[in-house]
């Protein structure tokens, strides 16, 4: 099932509907950039299976991811990769080549198989070549960066449901590159994690990471691992995201299943400053732009898997004597992720959406264009 074009409220001036994606249960909206060309990965989780009763965990997951290229003012797909499960895509390049991991949540058609691999493809000759499968167990998220002249991988994976083990720890986890190859670094324990974000505040190396039912938790670098710093919430967290405005630190906290928050830097700890919106809140987006800071707000459902509302309304700020205001709502579908990009000199955003009102995969996700300077 897919929405009209003009289902945008009538007061819309933001965002308006410029291409949609023929997509089933796109669970991320990943662009980047090879040379000068825009590039979309969107990993899907599955497919829906004739007959079978609905359910947002159901469906066959052996599926693929696709991948388009931006052209004469479109995306067009170019190719499609085997991503059974896909729940996150990350491009990232470093000494030895340019890269594209994707986090494999399950396989299976029911029933489903959580422990599987991540496979991280490498470019080579224009064309993705499997580099390496990294055993996994309900992998959610992906995030790469480096510290002190090392790289480092952090895999958020865990799930905790009657009758489903780990083959291995089923933990959080930290992978480093030694001579070519991701061996484990740390183990964070986290039990059902979704997301990471690192960055740097008074000289100090943080990672925030978000877990479902664990408490989602900052750590700080102490020069040799990463040690505890501070909780934000002891279940239903998504999502970090950290940036830096009117000489302050600022670090946003969504919680599917209570409030996203705000959070300023004090010169001690990261203190609450502002609500931004109740349940449902599953990822961020930042837009820099020259009209402004704005934020995405991305919301995924209200609700149980059993029984769950996925038709949110997703919101879109613009920072204002130091707080965020709403400038305009956007109809989300089981809402996952968003990107922001600028093509053809104009700016865009990527909004994945993975299930329909009936709570069935097939839904298109949809590129926005953006007219920042209404806001």
């Known amino acids: 099932m897919q929405q009209d074009s ?3 409220s009538p007061g819309a001036k933001i965002l308006t509907v410029h291409q949609r994606l023929a997509t089933s249960g796109a669970r991320c909206a990943h662009i980047f950039m090879i040379g000068t060309t825009v590039n979309l990965v969107v990993p899907q989780l599955a497919r829906d299976i004739p007959g079978q009763a609905p359910h947002m965990n159901a469906g066959d997951s052996d599926v693929e991811a696709i991948l388009y290229r931006w052209n004469e003012g479109q995306f067009i797909e170019h190719s499609r990769l085997p991503c059974p499960g896909g729940e996150d895509a990350l491009c990232f390049q470093n000494d030895e080549g340019t890269y594209l991991a994707f986090a494999n949540l399950r396989t299976g058609s029911g029933p ?7 496979l991280i493809y490498r470019e080579v000759d224009g064309a993705w070549r499997l580099d390496e499968a990294v055993p996994s167990f309900a992998a959610k998220q992906w995030h790469h960066f480096s510290l002190d002249g090392r790289e480092f991988l952090a895999l958020a994976q865990g799930l905790t449901i009657p009758h489903l083990s780990p083959e291995g720890h089923g933990r959080s986890v ?3 590159r030694i001579d070519g190859k991701w061996e484990e ?5 986290g039990r059902w994690g979704y997301n990471w974000c690192d960055f740097v505040v008074d000289g100090h190396y943080f990672l925030a990471y978000a877990d479902h039912v664990s408490p989602s938790i900052i750590y700080r670098w102490d020069g040799s ?8 919430g002891e279940q239903t967290g998504r999502a970090f995201l950290h940036f830096r405005r009117d000489g302050a630190d600022w670090l946003a906290f969504a919680a599917i299943g209570g409030v996203s928050t705000l959070y300023r830097w004090n010169g001690e700890l990261f203190v609450a400053h502002q609500s931004l919106g109740g349940a449902g809140g599953r990822e961020f987006e930042l837009i820099d732009s020259e009209h402004g ?3 995405v707000r991305i919301c995924f459902i209200e609700g149980t898997p059993a029984d769950p509302k996925t038709d949110l309304k997703s919101q879109l700020f613009k920072w204002v004597d130091g707080t965020f205001e709403l400038v305009e709502e956007f109809p989300s579908f089981g809402g996952t992720d968003s990107s922001y990009f600028q093509a053809d000199g104009k700016d865009f955003l990527a909004v994945s959406d993975s299930l329909t009102p009936d709570v069935r995969y097939r839904q298109d996700m949809v590129i926005y264009a953006l007219s920042l300077d209404r806001a």
């Open 112 to 118: 489903y198989q959580p422990n599987t691999n991540s």
């Open 174 to 176: 930290l992978f480093e």
């Open 6 to 8: 003009d289902f945008l």
């Open 185 to 189: 670094f740390q183990v964070l324990g």
């Open 293 to 295: 800071l704005f934020l």
């Open 225 to 232: 691992r990463f040690v505890p710093y501070q909780s934000f």
